[in-house]
């Protein structure tokens, strides 16, 4: 049985076909940049042992666009691996904000969709695009059952003390006004092989997710206990192009003295903040390139960056009250050397030493990098959404 699997984040879009259930990748992909003028595709595919790569560049303004010319190369006769639509039985989605109403692989029907899109302007960098995904997927595969994983789903176990907000009690009862949290099948999945790593069940684990989105979550025996992104994907750490963490009064003083409407805040807040705000480009290897030629503002944004993971990790070891390990993943946490360093600077005090050699050797798969005197493990632990949700979609009942 074949399960394609379609996740898409804030400015990428990743893609993993897996023959189940011996869980072996047929192919696997990537567009990023998405929208930017050098937007690219890299595709990959298995025939034997053999690899093969695909690459294509530009025209690629939306995740529509960027999906169709995915399924393009799919589909391609002679050189695809699609060669009818009723090849895939399965499609899993990624969805990212799925509210209170699911913690489960939920299969999609119209009124899952409706949801999906009532949630549009409470992730509006990520909901409209996977449900642009999920028409495309229907149309295309029109025999699959289309399946939708959320990145909220994970966070459903935190104790109302970390998700309820200080309003008045009919924001939650009435309107549902809480923390959601994200990312969390990209938690679910590092947590999971760190405990197995540690051979450690009860675990106290902090998952330190950076990608273009970013987001840590305190996991304790394999449960979400407090995260950092908020009632939409826009709180907590500094992103590629989103703000974090912000005083909500700066909304209200850029409403009252320049007029900003809503929109124009969203967009601000959202689109022109983070990395970009702070350096002109949310692509971290840009920004490490500028660190290095001492660009003073580059050098700003990191530091930025790298204390409010700091300050995180530090709350989130006295909310656990204890620590295992922490767990580098995603993007910028798998591969950029630099910014784990800064990171794990001065935390003796909570049990962290990083082994600065370690950390440069780059190896595949689950890596641990802290030094031998560290009473805390440091991970790098490369993530697979697309693997998780894959997994997900064959266990559920009727697949
Ligand atoms: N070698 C690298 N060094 C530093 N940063 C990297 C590297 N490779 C990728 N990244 C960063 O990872 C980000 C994308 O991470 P990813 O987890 O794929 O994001 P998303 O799923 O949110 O689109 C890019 O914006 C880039 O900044
Ligand atoms: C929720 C979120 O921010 O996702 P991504 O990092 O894929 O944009
Ligand atoms: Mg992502």
């Known amino acids: 049985m074949n399960i394609l699997v379609i996740n898409a984040g804030s400015s990428s879009l990743k893609y993993q076909l897996f023959r189940m259930p011996d869980e072996k990748p047929v192919c696997t992909g990537l567009v990023e940049r998405i929208g930017q003028a050098d937007a690219f595709i890299r595709h990959k595919q298995w025939e034997g042992d053999a690899e093969k790569v695909t690459e294509r560049t530009g025209g690629l303004p939306d995740h529509y666009a960027s999906l169709h010319e995915v399924l393009a190369i799919l589909a391609t006769p002679g050189t695809g691996v699609i060669s009818s639509p009723d090849d895939i039985a399965v499609v899993g989605h990624r969805v990212v904000h799925g509210g209170e109403q699911f913690a489960d692989p939920t299969i999609i029907t119209p009124a899952v ?44 176990t935190m104790p109302p003390q970390a998700y309820r907000y200080a309003l008045p009690e009919s924001y939650y009862r009435e309107k549902r006004i809480r923390v959601y949290g994200f990312h969390g099948t990209s938690h679910k999945y590092v947590t999971q092989k760190a405990m197995v790593w540690l051979q450690k069940p009860d675990a106290k684990l902090i998952s330190i997710h950076l990608g273009n989105g970013c987001s840590m979550a305190a996991v304790d025996s394999g449960r979400s206990i407090d995260t950092s992104m908020g009632f939409g994907p826009l709180a907590g750490l500094i992103m590629g192009t989103r703000s974090g963490d912000i005083d909500p009064s700066v909304v209200f003083h850029l409403m009252e003295s320049e007029g900003k409407t ?115 493990a440091i991970l790098v632990v490369p993530t697979n959404e697309e693997l998780e949700i894959a997994q997900q979609c064959y266990r559920l009942p009727g697949t």
């Open 113 to 156: 969709k409706e949801t999906i899109r009532t949630l549009f302007s409470l992730a509006p960098l990520h909901n409209p695009a996977n449900y642009t995904c999920i028409e495309v997927a229907e149309k295309t595969f029109p025999h699959a059952r289309q399946v939708a994983v959320f990145d909220t789903a994970f966070h459903q």
């Open 262 to 376: 809503e929109a124009e805040i969203s967009a601000l807040l959202n689109k022109q903040s983070g990395l970009l705000g702070l350096t002109g480009t949310n692509d971290m290897r840009d920004i490490r390139k500028a660190v290095r030629a001492s660009d003073a503002q580059a050098t700003l944004a990191c530091d930025l960056y790298a204390y409010r993971v700091r300050k995180y990790i530090g709350a989130y070891t006295a909310v656990l009250n204890g620590l295992d390990a922490i767990i580098f993943t995603a993007g910028v946490g798998e591969n950029d050397v630099d910014i784990r360093e800064s990171i794990c600077q001065d935390l003796d005090y909570l049990g962290i030493r990083l082994d600065l050699e370690k950390n440069r050797t780059a190896t595949p798969g689950l890596r641990a990098i802290q030094s031998a005197d560290s009473r805390v």
